[in-house]
């Protein structure tokens, strides 16, 4: 009877021993999980953000490159010899 009751304690602390590493294990996956989520999330973010600097960046050489096109039509239309003809 007292082997019996020894053994079922043992059994039982090992079962619960089981459950607690499996409760572990499934939270360090869960972490894991969340950080993997958190990790892609912060790429995409990036990735947009590169994306949106990128667009930026486009604009400005377009605004400066007009900016540029018109200073230079401004310049050469100043600068024409006119020639006046007198009859």
Partial sequence: MTRTLIDLFNSN???KTKEAMRM????REEELRL??????M???QLQ???????AVELMSQYQNLSVSQ???SM???STQTTIDIVI
């Fill in 70 to 72: 018109q200073t230079r």
């Fill in 35 to 40: 950080a993997t989520h958190k990790t892609e």
């Fill in 48 to 54: 947009q953000a590169a994306i949106r600097l990128e």
């Fill in 13 to 15: 602390a090992e079962n």
């Fill in 24 to 27: 572990r294990a499934y939270h």
């Fill in 75 to 77: 310049l050469q239309l």
């Fill in 42 to 44: 912060m790429t995409q």
